[in-house]
């Protein structure tokens, strides 16, 4: 009996010998389903969002993304940098493992074939795929995440890469039409739509928009079809429903006290005066008289203060070059010759503003720049128009009335009593500003100008390097650059591939580097998508 015990027990595995049954060997799909959504999100000031401890938001200081998109720079090199010096990126690759398993785990819970989760699954590859090819180039896709069957992927092509997120998208909007028709689909763990399948269809939908866009350069390719991929979808809202209005946003709200905004009353005393505004997003702002500028920043103290202007001025509003030297940019934020974020908006409170990744005033400029290329019909005027109201409705700028201003008070030591900011009433009147010439769309080329800028302007501390990509294939709005911004004054292109590569990969990324960057792993590389 001894050794039959003896045989039995060594024909266990060592997994089933060091299995612990006390604690839970499976994650349910909606746990996984729920990592993952915290995981695809871009939040301001670098911040992430953890995706298993309770949604906690961390500070992220590799990424920069608001200081990449020229919105907001730091002024003293102790803290950060507004350089070009990108880094290998953003890493999707175990996100999209989670994909797989929570994909595994719906189906051995017994759901069919077609599912809630499959749906989504595919969403979600082609939202994580696409957005490391758009920083890279080439990156491995059909043979990455195989385990011992492909240790040393082969690199796809960006093309081959575009299609194929493409695909998975409009397999996912077919997937959800067939599951919305049936009804009874249950999605657990959905913190931004509770589970509403409609508007998680719009998403998808939004975003391949948004997909095809950033493929403007490529509309003479034929296996693309980008016009006709954009005009199809534009034209069949029926069978490709998109958002309706801001309502139907995908965004992280911040709520106190287990996340809170990343910039918030506890952290003012430490983070308040080390960034300022910058020239680009500010001058923009105070060219066009808009009253968007009052809500995101303050005026420079120097210039109310010691040179007696209007606090509600235009003039009043300076932002700095992100080109300038750290060096003199401290010395004139010290000077307090630039303007802050502002303080009541953004630092008064634990849960800030709801932060933006896939939007209903972005898709309003989708649908305007595609018009105005030619790939669709219709009034790019009207969506040019929605997209400006959308921004400012959502900042409580009515489009005729008025609203109250909030300038924090030099010296004042609690930014979250009122009595120690300055208000001011400001009038708005809709008519007017859009009578502005540089306002008023114009049609063609200019017209593709301002609604790109427009864009620039509504995506502030929104949708993560979105402004960077719109910059990189159309170069509006303009960036600067200087000492300031490094990278021998140049706007990086790309981002690098991971370190590990070189020694794990060696033989697929040597490859990817000659087909596309002449060997070298150049941040200044141009890729395929934007050729």
């Known amino acids: ?19 612990n049954n006390n604690v839970p060997n499976s994650v349910p799909a909606s746990l996984l389903f729920n990592g993952i959504l915290n995981n695809m999100v871009d939040l301001p000031d670098g911040a992430y969002a953890s995706s298993n401890q309770s949604s906690v938001v961390y500070q992220n200081t590799s990424n920069r993304a608001e200081i990449w ?9 102790y803290y950060g940098n507004n350089t070009y010096d990108f880094d290998s990126g953003a890493d999707y690759y175990t996100t999209i493992k989670n994909v797989m398993a929570m994909e595994a785990q719906a189906t051995l819970a017994g759901s069919p074939a077609v599912n809630p989760y499959s749906a989504l699954g595919k969403f979600f590859r082609a939202y994580f795929f696409s957005r490391m090819s758009l920083e890279r180039g080439d990156i491995p896709m059909t043979q990455a995440l195989q385990g011992l069957n492909a240790l040393t992927p082969v690199y796809d092509s960006q093309k081959a890469v575009m299609i194929q997120c493409l695909t998975w998208l409009e397999n996912a909007n077919t997937d959800l039409t067939t599951l919305i028709a049936a009804g009874g689909n249950t999605l657990s763990g959905d913190q931004f739509f509770n589970g509403d399948l409609t508007k998680w269809q719009k998403v998808v939908n939004t975003y391949k928009l948004r997909l095809l866009i950033q493929l403007s350069k490529k509309t003479s390719d034929a296996d693309l079809n980008v016009a006709s991929q ?22 992280y709200v911040f709520v106190a006290p287990n996340n809170f905004y990343p ?33 995101t920043a303050e005026p420079a103290r120097d210039l109310v203060d010691n040179q007696h202007q209007s606090p509600t001025s235009f003039s009043s509003f300076v932002g700095a070059d992100p080109g300038l030297d750290l060096g003199v940019m401290y010395n004139n ?65 009515p489009a005729t009335g ?18 120690n900011y300055d208000t001011y009433p400001i009038t708005t009147n809709w008519a007017n500003y859009y009578a502005q010439p540089l306002v008023k ?19 502030f501390r929104h949708s993560g390097l979105e402004s960077y990509y719109t910059y990189r294939r159309t170069g509006v709005p303009n960036f600067t650059t200087g000492p300031g911004t490094d990278n021998g004054q140049r706007i990086a292109l790309r981002f690098k591939y991971p370190a590990s590569e070189r020694v794990a990969n060696t033989k697929n990324y040597n490859a990817a580097l000659t087909s596309q960057y002449g060997g070298n792993d150049d941040i200044n590389g141009t890729m395929w998508i934007l050729k």
């Open 1 to 19: 009996m001894l050794m039959l015990l003896t045989v039995s027990s060594c024909k266990k595995s060592l997994q089933d010998l060091t299995q």
């Open 69 to 77: 998109c020229q919105y907001y720079i730091y002024n003293y090199n």
């Open 230 to 251: 954009f005009n199809n979808i534009v034209s069949n809202p029926a069978k490709y429903p998109l958002m309706q209005s801001t309502a139907d946003n995908l965004q």
């Open 263 to 295: 910039m918030n009353p506890n952290n003012f005393g430490q983070n308040g005066s080390r960034q300022n505004t910058s020239a680009t997003y500010v001058g923009l702002l105070t060219q066009f008289q808009d009253p968007r500028v009052f809500v």
């Open 333 to 397: 934020a010290g000077l307090l010759k630039y303007s802050f974020i502002n303080r009541k908006y953004y630092y008064s409170t634990y849960v800030g503003e709801p932060s933006i990744q896939i939007g209903y005033a972005e898709l309003q400029f989708i649908l305007a720049e595609g018009i105005n290329r030619g790939w669709t019909a219709g009034d790019a005027e009207s969506h040019y128009v929605a997209g400006i109201q959308a921004s400012m409705q959502s900042y409580g700028i």
């Open 402 to 419: 008025s609203f109250t201003a909030y300038f924090y008070r030099p010296g004042s030591s609690d930014v979250t009593n009122l009595a």
């Open 441 to 459: 769309y114009t049609g063609g080329a200019t017209g593709l100008t301002q609604i790109l800028q427009q864009k620039y302007l509504a995506l």
